[in-house]
């Protein structure tokens, strides 16, 4: 092997450089976003389920509300707290979240996810 040298050092640098990643970050995460709530959202103090809820399996519900709408005409959501709601993300949902890019966006970015919700929805416009 006349060249062995050259091919250890190369080596010693490939998985040096594939390793440097993992080696940077040591193992810490991102942290996660803190997004921010409308005026009119701190006023109201509540959501149409609970925040833990509502952070983790918001779609879940998005989802079912959908399909009761669409296959089966119900538009009103009764919340374990008694009130009312009318089914729509565009009127319930982003009358409160209004600010897209600093609440829905946030943590969408984080996640890695691009929900579809804009292929049917309008997308809210924002004042910038």
Request: hydrophobic share 30%; with cysteine.
């Amino acid at each position: 092997m006349y060249d062995g040298g050259k091919i250890i050092i190369g080596l010693i640098i490939g998985v040096g450089l594939l390793l440097s990643p993992f080696i940077y970050d040591a193992g810490k995460a991102a942290k996660p976003p803190a997004p921010e709530l409308t005026e009119k959202a701190k006023e109201a103090k509540e959501c149409v389920a609970e925040t833990s809820y509502m952070k983790s399996s918001h779609m879940h519900l998005l989802d079912e509300w959908r399909h009761t709408v669409v296959r089966d005409g119900e538009r009103y959501y009764k919340a374990k707290n008694g009130k009312v709601y009318y089914k729509s993300l565009q009127t319930t949902c982003l009358d409160c979240h209004s600010n897209k890019s600093k609440f829905c966006d946030q943590c969408h970015d984080y996640i890695g996810i691009d929900p579809y919700c804009w292929t049917c929805h309008i997308e809210p416009k924002e004042n910038k």
